[in-house]
Nanobody
Framework: QVQLVESGGGLVQPGGSLRLSCATSGFTFSTYVMKWYRQAPGKEREWVASISPYGVGTNYPNSVKGRFTISRDDDNDLLYLQMNNLKPEDTAVYYC????????WGQGTQVTVSS
């Protein structure tokens, strides 16, 4: 069955960096679009990055463009999110996502940006 397991979250000061990872299994990872989302307390889940199969293309909303970079390791079925110049408004639980009509989600990893 499909499994997604995020890791790498933590507490970081404004302007700092974190790299999130998502370990995947149960599907042919390289052939699917993968995404990262986040959800802050009291807010709806928000899309933050997408990467096409084989890493050919990436997309980001304006809120993170130029600061976040999504990447994938197709040899090891891993998804990454490099986050630089973090801001307090980036504080949220971050989730990786596989959408094949049915959405699959990991358990999430908490990112807190605070001084």
């Amino acid at each position: 069955q499909v499994q997604l397991v995020e890791s790498g979250g933590g507490l970081v000061q404004p302007g700092g960096s974190l790299r999130l990872s998502c370990a995947t299994s149960g599907f042919t990872f390289s052939t699917y679009v993968m995404k990262w989302y986040r959800q802050a307390p009291g807010k709806e889940r928000e899309w933050v990055a997408s990467i096409s199969p084989y890493g050919v293309g990436t997309n980001y909303p304006n809120s993170v463009k130029g600061r976040f970079t999504i990447s994938r390791d197709d040899d090891n079925d891993l998804l990454y999110l490099q986050m630089n110049n973090l801001k307090p408004e980036d504080t949220a639980v971050y989730y990786c996502n596989l959408d094949v009509g049915v959405g699959y989600w990991g358990q999430g990893t908490q990112v807190t940006v605070s001084s």
